[in-house]
């Protein structure tokens, strides 16, 4: 089992930053990749970002350049700072922790969510 826990929401005005946090505890060790996902009222939740335990990053087109993923595994803590914020962007933010395993012949993932966080940005 995963516990995720985020924070770093808010209200802030197009064209400014936030930072999102997102702690992981639990079965840490066994987590292959972290994320952020997005869900805005009436929309499907959208991949954001997403890395990986060797570092390797993965972004959405809208939020390229503008957004950025890092991951410290100490503190087993993923980031996404998000600068350059349109009101576009406004939605419920929610991490996400994939453990991938072997079982019945194929690889299955197994995945956790944070409760989600609000991000609100104003024209």
């Known amino acids: 089992q995963v516990q995720l826990v985020e924070s770093g929401g808010g209200l802030v005005q197009a064209g400014g930053s936030l930072r999102l946090s997102c702690a992981a505890s639990?079965?840490?060790?066994?987590?292959?990749?972290m994320g952020w996902y997005r869900q805005a009222p009436g929309k499907q939740r959208e991949l954001v970002a997403t890395i990986d335990n060797g570092g390797s990053t993965n972004y959405a087109d809208s939020v390229k350049g503008r957004f950025t993923i890092s991951r410290d595994n100490a503190r087993n803590t993923v980031y996404l700072q998000m600068n350059s914020l349109k009101p576009e962007d406004t939605a419920v933010y929610y991490c996400?922790?994939?453990?991938?395993?072997?079982?019945?012949?194929?690889?299955?993932?197994?995945?956790?969510w944070g409760q989600g966080t609000q991000v609100t940005v104003s024209p």
């Open positions: 639990g079965s840490t060790s066994s987590i292959n990749v």
């Open positions: 996400n922790a994939r453990i991938r395993y072997y079982f019945g012949g194929t690889y299955r993932n197994r995945d956790y």
